[in-house]
């Protein structure tokens, strides 16, 4: 089977500049052909997209960039509808959004505070489930959609200084495997990718990053850190017919470190 998307459009949300993981996505569908759209939270990320996207085929020199404030439901929704106006039904999505206090990100857990707690949940987890819902309201996907997330190890084990970060990867988890019962009704798939660390914007506010990525180097099967672009292509397979059978599910992109048990 030949993989290409060419004809269809896919939304990009997290692009902050050229290493998030976000961009490696979006790189991967542009390479199969697919028209891009990208949503952003503050001028500096737009500026960054705006340059970026010259890069990409001579298709998406020219895609949209829409502001999209994921805390605000009305914001979710203009942002979507003004998606739908330029560019008709969406065959996926890729939801490449999280934010913590840094300051919780170091020490102990239980330290974290209240709104600290509910500010985390909010933008990295309830966010994913606020477009969904949009999405299918204003419904904007194909019958055969793909919609995917980004999540880490520490929402399935305790990672050092990840802290409230997992706690909320923890609830983004389940939230795919609901989203993936209640979309699949219509005919959507609902999926989250697992990345091992990777050098960006966000991953420098942990405090222990640097020393994760040197005992995933040491200990992963493959014995080598992840490639953002190896996290693209395999968002690129969820996005295609090849993945068609595929819901549900979290696949772990890190070289094989999830399987070690110490």
């Given at each position: ?87 008709g039904k969406i065959s996926g999505l890729a ?168």
């Open positions: 089977m030949n993989l290409t998307l060419a004809g269809k459009t896919y939304v990009v949300m997290g692009v902050a500049n050229k290493r998030s993981i976000a961009w490696s996505i979006a790189k991967s569908l542009n390479e199969a052909g697919a028209d891009l759209v990208f949503t952003y939270a503050d001028d500096r990320a737009k500026k960054s997209i705006d340059e970026l996207k010259t890069s990409l085929n001579e298709n998406n020199h020219e895609a949209p960039v829409v502001q999209c404030d994921v805390n605000d439901e009305e914001g979710i929704k203009k942002a979507f509808e003004t998606i739908k106006s330029a560019k939801h490449c959004i999280a934010f913590a206090n840094k300051e919780y990100l170091t020490g102990d857990y239980l330290e974290v505070d209240r709104e600290s707690f509910l500010q985390a949940h909010e933008v990295s987890s309830y966010s994913f489930t606020a477009v969904a819902r949009t999405l299918k309201h204003l419904d904007m996907l194909t019958e055969d959609a793909s919609i995917l997330t980004l999540t880490y190890l520490g929402g399935e084990r305790v990672v050092e200084n990840y802290n409230i970060m997992g706690v909320a990867k923890a609830s983004l988890d389940a939230s795919v495997k609901y989203l993936a019962m209640d979309l699949g009704k219509v005919g959507v798939r609902v999926n989250a990718i697992s990345a091992g660390p990777i050098r960006t914007l966000s991953a420098r506010g942990v405090s222990s990053f640097t020393k994760s990525l040197s005992i995933v180097e040491e200990k992963a099967p493959l014995q080598r850190s992840t490639n953002p672009d190896e996290v693209g292509d395999t968002a690129l397979f969820l996005f295609s017919p090849l993945s068609r059978g595929i819901t549900g599910e979290m696949i772990h992109v890190d070289n094989g470190y999830h399987i070690i048990g110490f």
